[in-house]
Each structure stands twice: as structure tokens, then as C-alpha cells.
């Protein structure tokens, strides 16, 4: 018995000691000026939830929201309040980037995961092609570089409501590749991936690709080089809902020769990039929903995978604060639309494997198709 009162005692202690720990770290980050408060569209100030209905009422203007019912209305305030907390929290936890009121505000977490992420989380067996990429020297590495000043990359696209992000990471990365390949920048079809990419065998894949219900990269690619390649988006355009397959193999704009998954290694994943194009990468989205720009380095994220992006390039610094003027990011193209984040992209510290960035890899190879 005494051992056991003895125990218990430690056990308090420690546990006493150990929230006290985070409370002075709350405390410390709190009185730091430059993450006080939580930024709305870049300038305005929302500090405690103070004039949230103004804000509401510019968040509604700004990306047009409208409302059926009174109630459904109240309850998107109410969600949107509860998002400015969310936003506060992030900015305490992620102080390198700008956290606020975006497109996504008066969605709760739920809402936004089931309708904007599409990654399946299962970490699945590799398709039959997919192969590792081989080691590739780092030594001359530039310190700086992003594929959209060497015109490998298409304009930013919008998934919509639907889970097809894992889509949108696959054409960007065959993209970039058919660009190395011809020179010639081809947009090419997501909605051809999301109506026709279904058929595996999920006993060897895990899980297979299900359109505005998720999907991985690999599994697109692996669907890519069976089918003989991808459409032009002009030629099988989006609609942001799943569809019945209209794939026409004459109209093929470009396909895939290989798919390799690079190692989780910050270096090699460069030397990938500079060497190949923009890579399809998994990320875990939690922090995305309330970013607004600069570079998100948080604290605490967890490495379950649930958001197909593209990464385009790196830069060597670019942290607002002077603490982390020197850490470097990766350079990621979203699929939301040119009015989230930065212009459509978002910039997380690179080196980490911060959000799981540097776990899933891919890179593609395209066959020059005329």
C-alpha cells in the first residue's frame, strides 16, 4: 500500500511538473508580439473574438456566401467563431506563418476534411511499376529554386467540394515531367482520373482510387501508364463531381514512362525536384485550413498523410520573423484556388519531415506524345 500511495505521488508530481512546463510555454509564446494576434486577410486584427459579426459579414462578401435559412446561417457564425479560436490557437502553435479567416472558416474541421482532403491514410503496398529513385548527388544543389520560373508548372487549379486532391498532385507532377520531356506545357485532365482510375485489385493495393472519395498518386500513375496516358483538360474538363468514364485514347496529350518513390531524405527529395520536376507529395493538412501565408513551421503536427500536393521548389529562407530568417521551406501548389494562401501555394520548413511532407514522394517520368 505505501509503495502504491509512493507511486502515486511521483506520478502527480511529474504530471504537476509537466503541465507547468506547457503553461510557461503558453505564457511565453503568448507574450511575444509577433504572434499575439491572429491576422484576417493579411491586416485586420481579430483579437478575443471582438467584432466576429463584422468579420462574418466580410468573410461572407469576400467568397460569397449565402445562406438558405436563418438557422443554417447561425450556425455557420457559430462555426466561424469557433474557426477564429482555431485560427488564435494556430498562430500561437505555427508563429513563422499567418493564420486567420479563409475560404474554409465556416466549415468545421469535419466538414473541411471530408470535402477538400482526399488522401487515403493507409500507408498501402506499392503498385507493381513504382520503384525506388535512385541516389542522386546533392553536392551542387542550388540554394534556391522553383520550377514555375522554368515554366514547368500550369496555373493553380480548384478541386471544389471534392476529394480529388490526390488528382490534381498526379497531373501536376506528369505536367512538369511531359514539360522536360517536349517543352511544351500541357494542362492536363483530372476528371479523366476521377471518372476512369477504379479498377485495381485491393487485396494487392489496399485501397483503390474513388474519385471525389480519395485516392493516392501512385495508384493515378499506376493507372496512367496502363491506360496509356492522360487527356488534355480542354479535351475532358472538370466538374468537381465523380462521373461516368469518357476516356478517348486518341486524344491521349501525354503519358507516363516511369514512376519512382524518392527516399525520406530532404536532400535527395531536392535533388529529385531539380532534377525531374515538380514531385507528388502527401502532407498532413491540419494547419492548412486557417493558413494565409509565410511559412508554416509548427510546433506539434502529426505525420498521418490526407492531402495530395505538388512541390515545385525550395528557398533557402523567407521566415518572417528574424529568429527563423535563416530556415529553409518547400514550395508547395495547392488545389484550392488562387484565392487561399499564398496566391494558391503554401510554404512549409523543410528538413523535418514537418506535417509528414517528406514521407511520400513521387517522381514521374512522361513519353513524349504528338
Known sequence: MATFVLLSLV????????????????DEVTDDPLIRQVVSDGEEVVDHLLHA????????????????????????????????????????????????????????????????????KKRLKLPVDAHKAPVLPT????????????????PVKDQGSCGSCWSFSTTGALEGAHYLATGELVSLSEQ???DCDHECDPDEYGSC??????????NAFEYTLKAGGLQREKDYPYTGS???????????????SNFSVVSVDGDQIAANLVKHGPLAVGINAIWMQTYIGGVSCPYICGKSLDHGVLLVGYGAAGYAPIRFKDKPYWIIKNSWGENWG???????????DICGVESMVSTVSAIHVT
Open 11 to 26: 506520478s502527480l508530481a511529474l504530471l504537476s511538473s509537466a503541465l507547468g512546463s506547457i503553461e510557461s510555454f503558453i
Open 53 to 120: 459579426e463584422h468579420h462574418f459579414s466580410l468573410f461572407k462578401s469576400k467568397y460569397g456566401k449565402t445562406y438558405a435559412t436563418q438557422e443554417e446561417h447561425d450556425h455557420r457564425f457559430s462555426v466561424f467563431k469557433a474557426n477564429l479560436r482555431r485560427a488564435k490557437r494556430h498562430q500561437l502553435l505555427d508563429p513563422s506563418a499567418i493564420h486567420g479567416v479563409t475560404k474554409f472558416s465556416d466549415l468545421t474541421p469535419a466538414e473541411f476534411e471530408r470535402s477538400y482532403l482526399g488522401l487515403h
Open 342 to 352: 499564398e496566391e494558391g501555394y503554401y510554404k512549409i520548413c523543410r528538413g523535418r
Open 209 to 218: 482510387d474513388a474519385g471525389c472519395q480519395g485516392g493516392l498518386m501512385n
Open 192 to 194: 479523366q482520373l476521377v
Open 139 to 154: 553536392n551542387d544543389l542550388p540554394t534556391d529554386f522553383d520550377w514555375r520560373d522554368h515554366g514547368a508548372v500550369t
Open 242 to 256: 465523380n462521373g461516368v468514364c469518357k476516356f478517348d485514347k486518341s486524344k491521349i496529350a501525354a503519358s507516363v
